[in-house]
């Protein structure tokens, strides 16, 4: 059973950049994207972007100036990297697999997702 | 890039049935049979309900339903159950993209 689990720091300082990874256990990084999608308190889910194992990543128009999405195959996993925050990045993000055919996308597999607050 | 609009909120009573939209435009629901619905409970994270518009994964029960005609897909519940009362939200592929939806909070009465 493949599982994901999201870590890094719970506090981040306003314009400082966050910084997570997501751990794959169960499974291999390989051949699948992986997507980052956070969700503001109380407000709904906004995708981030996602990296396709063979290391290509595409992000959300709205985010692409601060966001990198990397790769650690060897670590099986793969990290976000969000510039500039402010207050409005404050949010529970989660990683999840994004199972991607010829046929068909969906995210099959979730983190529990992890608490980020922007604040001094 | 705009979410995909659905109803910030719907009710129905045990045993009836509702259904959720949401609409996109011709650049992400309209052009793939790739929308997906994800249930969420407080402080839980989202579950895969629905697939490629209609389909469920294993596990999930036949009282989830969905389906699409043009811009708009839809969700519906089957004989509602306490248990359902969540948020929901649906996906859209869109080529290099992912769009959700705003999310729709299920109340059983």
């Known amino acids: 059973q493949v599982q994901l689990q999201e870590s890094g720091p719970g506090l981040v300082k306003p314009s400082e950049t966050l910084s997570l990874t997501c751990t794959v256990s169960?499974?291999?990084?390989?051949?699948?994207?992986w997507s980052w999608i956070r969700q503001p308190p109380g407000k709904g889910l906004e995708w981030i972007g996602y990296?396709?194992?063979?290391?290509?990543?595409n992000y959300n128009p709205s985010l692409k100036s601060r966001v990198t999405i990397s790769l650690d195959t060897p670590r099986n996993q793969f990290s976000l990297k969000v510039s500039s925050v402010t207050a409005a990045d404050t949010a529970v993000y989660y990683c999840?697999?994004?199972?991607?055919?010829?046929?068909?996308?969906?995210?099959?597999?979730w983190g529990q997702g992890t608490l980020v607050t922007v604040s001094s | 890039q705009s979410a995909l609009t659905q109803p910030a909120s719907v009710s129905g009573s045990p045993g009836q049935s509702i259904t959720i939209s949401c609409t996109g435009t011709?650049?992400?629901?309209?052009?793939?049979?790739?929308v997906s619905w994800y249930q969420q409970h407080p402080g839980k994270a989202p579950k895969l309900l629905i697939y490629?518009?209609?389909k469920r994964p294993s596990g999930v029960s036949n009282r989830f339903s969905g389906s699409k005609s043009g811009n708009t897909a839809s969700l519906t519940i089957s004989g509602l159950q306490a248990e359902d009362e969540a948020d929901y939200y649906c996906?859209?592929?869109?080529?290099?993209?992912?769009?959700f939806g705003g999310g729709t909070k299920l109340t059983v009465l």
């Open positions: 999840a697999r994004d199972l991607v055919t010829t046929t068909t996308q969906f995210f099959d597999y």
């Open positions: 169960g499974g291999s990084i390989s051949p699948y994207y």
């Open positions: 990296i396709y194992y063979r290391g290509s990543a």
């Open positions: 011709s650049t992400d629901v309209g052009s793939y049979n790739l």
């Open positions: 490629e518009v209609s």
């Open positions: 996906c859209s592929y869109a080529s290099t993209r992912r769009v």
